[in-house]
């Protein structure tokens, strides 16, 4: 009889212990609404931010607008210290803010000049080039010039696990490669603009790996001029944007600046052919991502100069904390805060990019708080700064972590989490993980089917997760990782992404997964 009594003793306690973890994951669940997602993005994405550019204005109002939200929550901050004196005591001490504070060197584009050699048939011949007219180059710190030998690589573009790469038997080293924009389409890849953007990052660091001294780019699409064509002033909505609308900036962390000079140039289709011209490559034909395996050395030197003007400015990351039971376990959740500002009199306001993955790191805060439950693990909650510029932010993170590196068991990045795939399908949505992360589709399919959300995600098991956002700091130092995303749309990188082309239901079906799946792993071992 004593023990039938013990059994359903154990029995009824393990019972109570699984309605109160439901109880508990239910009342964070509470705080997932449509309408906390849309407060906090409307105000984010709002005018009176000013698209969030790095550094900006526009950008602190939205870092201290989060700041704000983190302690309403009850969010712990984990940014720098700061030390003052009690003037009644006279003790010192110091507490932490929700700002890790950094500088960034921002290079100004100055005069420019661009000439071609070409020895073809013992005629050696110099072409001159007109900057806004025949190319525009990017800020190069801290500025020089190059002579070098000019090499064709298609699209420079190499893919380790689809075993493409463009540059197979080229030897690159001491040369300039002239490159193609984007991504080959037989790789699988998705050739958009911004898989052209994401990738090219990616292609750059492939670029200097193996020894470039520069690069030409130059997208066969387009009319000649018109991926630097100017508004003309009286259609520009802001006296204070016209006339110098055209100077080139680049943010970059100063500590990691080469302190050699490395030229980045885009150039027109009719300056590229005629660098070309006699090498038996017709660079229209690559139009669209098609594929023909042209690289190859032709009888051409550029050289490129340029001079720049630097100064410094003061960036933040916003980062705040949940302590767990085990201070030597973490998880990081994070998103990019910045966008990129103002052009030509309109604001971007970037809604999808990225005020809603700032809004979903916000709200799984509030909605941990809300389990009223201590987790295992701590739980870090950062917003980066200047992912628009080259994951300035997080990787600045990585190199000054506020907690150490080995610590961080898992990093979860939200990046553009509010528009459909398609409208026809309005609940898919891509999981992607690092094979040394949890099996997060094991663990998605579980919490889909409790909790009854209606979300059909592809998933993904990678060690390069798509896209090159904030994660790609986080996997180039072997944490593991995971991503989840919904749909990229037109709206990507122009004033029209605005709060009212948000699809709520799947950016509220996204934080939802996501807070269910990290609530679940922060409080197991895996």
Same mark, same amino acid.
């Given at each position: 009889?004593? %023990?039938?009594?013990?059994?359903?003793?154990?029995?009824?306690?393990?019972?109570?212990?699984?309605?109160?973890?439901?109880?508990?994951?239910?009342?964070?669940?509470?705080?997932? *609404?449509?309408?906390?997602?849309?407060?906090?993005?409307?105000?984010?994405?709002?005018?009176?931010?000013?698209?969030?550019?790095?550094?900006?204005?526009?950008?602190?109002?939205?870092?201290?607008?989060?700041?704000?939200? +983190?302690?309403?929550?009850?969010?712990?901050?984990?940014?720098?210290?700061?030390?003052?004196?009690?003037?009644? *005591?006279?003790?010192?001490?110091?507490?932490?803010?929700?700002?890790?504070?950094?500088? +960034?060197?921002?290079?100004?584009?100055?005069?420019?000049?661009?000439?071609?050699?070409? #020895?073809?048939?013992?005629?050696?011949?110099?072409?001159?080039?007109?900057?806004?007219?025949?190319?525009?180059?990017?800020?190069?710190?801290?500025?020089?010039?190059?002579?070098?030998?000019?090499?064709?690589?298609?699209?420079?573009?190499?893919?380790?696990?689809?075993?493409?790469?463009?540059? %197979?038997?080229?030897?690159?080293?001491?040369?300039?490669?002239?490159? +193609?924009?984007?991504?080959?389409?037989?790789?699988?890849?998705?050739?958009?603009?911004?898989?052209?953007? $994401?990738?090219?990052?990616?292609?750059?660091?492939?670029?200097?790996?193996?020894?470039?001294?520069?690069?030409?780019?130059?997208?066969?699409?387009? !009319?000649?001029?018109?991926?630097?064509?100017?508004?003309?002033?009286?259609?520009?909505?802001?006296?204070?944007?016209?006339?110098?609308?055209?100077?080139?900036?680049?943010?970059?962390?100063?500590?990691?600046?080469?302190?050699?000079?490395?030229?980045?140039?885009?150039?027109?289709?009719?300056?590229?052919?005629?660098?070309?011209?006699?090498?038996?490559?017709?660079?229209?034909?690559?139009?669209?991502?098609?594929?023909? %395996?042209?690289?190859?050395?032709?009888?051409?030197?550029?050289?490129?100069?340029? #001079?720049?003007?630097?100064?410094?400015? %003061?960036?933040?990351?916003?980062?705040?904390?949940?302590?767990?039971?085990?201070?030597?376990?973490?998880?990081?959740?994070?998103?990019?805060?910045?966008?990129?500002?103002?052009?030509?009199?309109?604001?971007?306001?970037?809604?999808?990019?990225?005020?809603?993955?700032?809004?979903?790191?916000?709200?799984?805060?509030?909605?941990?708080?809300?389990?009223?439950?201590?987790?295992?693990?701590?739980?870090?909650?950062?917003?980066?700064?200047?992912?628009?510029?080259?994951?300035?932010?997080?990787?600045?993170?990585?190199?000054?972590? !506020?907690?150490?590196?080995?610590?961080?068991?898992?990093?979860?990045?939200?990046?553009?989490? #509010?528009?459909?795939?398609?409208?026809?399908?309005?609940?898919?949505?891509?999981?992607?993980?690092?094979?040394?992360?949890?099996?997060?589709?094991?663990?998605?399919?579980?919490?889909?089917?409790?909790?009854?959300?209606?979300?059909?995600?592809?998933?993904?098991?990678?060690?390069?997760?798509?896209?090159?956002?904030?994660?790609?700091?986080?996997?180039? $130092?072997?944490?593991?990782?995971?991503?989840?995303?919904?749909?990229?749309?037109?709206?990507?990188?122009?004033?029209?992404?605005?709060?009212?082309?948000?699809?709520?239901?799947?950016?509220?079906?996204?934080?939802?997964?996501?807070? +269910?799946?990290?609530?679940?792993?922060?409080?197991?071992?895996?």
């Amino acid at each position: 009889m004593k %023990k039938i009594c013990l059994i359903v003793i154990v029995l009824v306690a393990v019972s109570l212990s699984a309605n109160a973890q439901l109880l508990n994951k239910k009342n964070g669940l509470d705080q997932i *609404t449509v309408s906390a997602l849309k407060a906090q993005t409307g105000f984010l994405s709002s005018d009176w931010t000013e698209g969030r550019d790095t550094g900006s204005e526009g950008e602190y109002m939205a870092g201290d607008y989060i700041a704000s939200m +983190l302690e309403l929550y009850g969010v712990e901050p984990g940014g720098d210290p700061i030390y003052s004196r009690d003037t009644r *005591t006279g003790r010192s001490g110091a507490q932490r803010s929700y700002f890790q504070n950094f500088s +960034l060197m921002t290079t100004i584009a100055g005069e420019n000049s661009m000439s071609v050699t070409t #020895s073809r048939e013992g005629v050696t011949r110099t072409l001159f080039l007109e900057e806004n007219v025949d190319y525009v180059s990017n800020p190069s710190y801290p500025g020089g010039s190059i002579t070098a030998p000019v090499i064709f690589v298609g699209y420079g573009y190499r893919n380790d696990e689809s075993a493409y790469n463009d540059f %197979k038997g080229l030897d690159i080293k001491g040369k300039i490669i002239l490159r +193609l924009a984007g991504v080959p389409s037989t790789d699988g890849q998705e050739t958009s603009a911004y898989a052209g953007y $994401r990738a090219s990052m990616t292609k750059d660091a492939s670029a200097l790996e193996l020894g470039a001294v520069g690069i030409i780019e130059v997208n066969p699409a387009n !009319t000649d001029g018109s991926i630097w064509a100017e508004t003309p002033d009286f259609l520009v909505k802001s006296p204070a944007e016209r006339g110098g609308r055209r100077t080139r900036t680049r943010l970059s962390i100063p500590e990691e600046d080469s302190k050699e000079y490395f030229p980045k140039v885009t150039l027109t289709l009719k300056a590229a052919k005629s660098i070309m011209a006699g090498s038996g490559i017709d660079i229209s034909a690559f139009s669209g991502g098609s594929v023909k %395996k042209a690289s190859r050395d032709f009888n051409t030197t550029l050289t490129i100069s340029s #001079s720049v003007t630097t100064k410094f400015i %003061k960036v933040r990351n916003i980062i705040g904390y949940i302590e767990g039971k085990n201070t030597d376990e973490a998880i990081v959740i994070g998103a990019h805060y910045d966008h990129v500002g103002m052009r030509d009199g309109s604001i971007y306001n970037g809604a999808d990019d990225n005020a809603s993955g700032t809004v979903g790191v916000m709200t799984i805060a509030r909605a941990i708080k809300a389990t009223g439950i201590k987790p295992e693990k701590t739980i870090v909650f950062a917003l980066w700064t200047g992912e628009e510029k080259g994951l300035l932010g997080s990787r600045y993170f990585v190199e000054n972590p !506020t907690l150490p590196l080995e610590n961080i068991k898992l990093h979860l990045n939200f990046d553009m989490i #509010s528009r459909y795939v398609s409208d026809d399908e309005p609940n898919k949505a891509l999981i992607s993980y690092t094979p040394n992360a949890p099996n997060m589709q094991l663990l998605s399919e579980k919490h889909i089917k409790e909790f009854n959300i209606a979300l059909e995600p592809d998933y993904l098991e990678t060690e390069s997760i798509p896209g090159g956002s904030d994660h790609a700091s986080f996997t180039a $130092r072997k944490i593991p990782t995971t991503r989840i995303k919904p749909g990229h749309r037109e709206e990507y990188h122009t004033p029209a992404d605005e709060v009212s082309t948000l699809d709520w239901d799947i950016f509220q079906k996204v934080v939802q997964i996501s807070f +269910l799946n990290m609530w679940e792993l922060a409080n197991t071992e895996w």
